[in-house]
T-cell receptor, first 109, second 112 residues
Framework: GIQVEQSPPDLILQEGANSTLRCNFSDSVNNLQWFHQNPWGQLINLFYIPSGTKQNGRLSATTVATERYSLLYISSSQTTDSGVYFCAVERGGRRALTFGSGTRLQVQP | DSGVTQTPKHLITATGQRVTLRCSPRSGDLSVYWYQQSLDQGLQFLIQYYNGEERAKGNILERFSAQQFPDLHSELNLSSLELGDSALYFC???????????FGQGTRLTVV
């Protein structure tokens, strides 16, 4: 099946810093989503971005489908950004999301 | 709030027992997915339904089964529970496969 690799696995930032999270995938995809899992376990949708660039406040994402990677940018990080960020992709035949192992982000005050 | 509702939020049960987890998808969504999140396996796809019919199976054990009812809600049945089944179980829904999926808050199952 499709492989999804996220880097870095762990990231510690000071409040106000910027960061870039990466997601590499092994095959062409129909769907790519970024999620934030907060400390209470909720999976929150950040972006649905099979290709192109999107921005939402301090967050933005870019997917280069032809090169099989996606980037999530977090600017001016806040302590509430802490948690695990997941990239998930779907190939047309599978029809379900395959998740990466996540990037655990800790933002310190 | 994603619009996907899961009940119960927490469940504690003994080994060998059977439990049922319930999911109500977002209004208008025909696809329902079940995922399991455990510490050692990460987020694993279990099974997908579309408009009442099973569409895809992932790493679902034979002791587990699911169904989607005519009103589109879904239930995941877990039987002969083992300690290793302790995990966070998520339901997700989307309009169609391949479109944006939204996740419920999860059911945290603890098997003792």
């Amino acid at each position: 099946g499709i492989q999804v690799e996220q880097s870095p696995p762990d990231l510690i930032l000071q409040e106000g810093a910027n960061s870039t999270l990466r997601c590499n995938f092994s095959d062409s995809v129909n769907n790519l989503q970024w999620f934030h899992q907060n400390p209470w376990g909720q999976l929150i949708n950040l972006f649905y971005i099979p290709s192109g660039t999107k921005q939402n406040g301090r967050l933005s994402a870019t997917t280069v489908a032809t090169e099989r990677y996606s980037l999530l940018y977090i600017s001016s990080s806040q302590t509430t950004d802490s948690g695990v960020y997941f990239c998930a992709v779907e190939r047309g035949g599978r029809r379900a999301l395959t998740f990466g192992s996540g990037t655990r982000l800790q933002v310190q005050p | 709030d994603s619009g996907v509702t899961q009940t119960p939020k927490h469940l504690i049960t003994a080994t060998g027992q059977r439990v049922t987890l319930r999911c109500s998808p977002r209004s208008g969504d025909l696809s329902v997915y079940w995922y399991q999140q455990s510490l050692d396996q990460g987020l694993q796809f279990l099974i997908q339904y579309y408009n009442g019919e099973e569409r895809a199976k992932g790493n679902i054990l034979e002791r587990f089964s699911a169904q989607q009812f005519p009103d589109l809600h879904s239930e995941l049945n877990l039987s002969s529970l083992e300690l290793g089944d302790s995990a966070l179980y998520f339901c997700a829904s989307s309009v169609d496969p391949g479109t944006e999926a939204f996740f419920g808050q999860g059911t945290r199952l603890t098997v003792v």
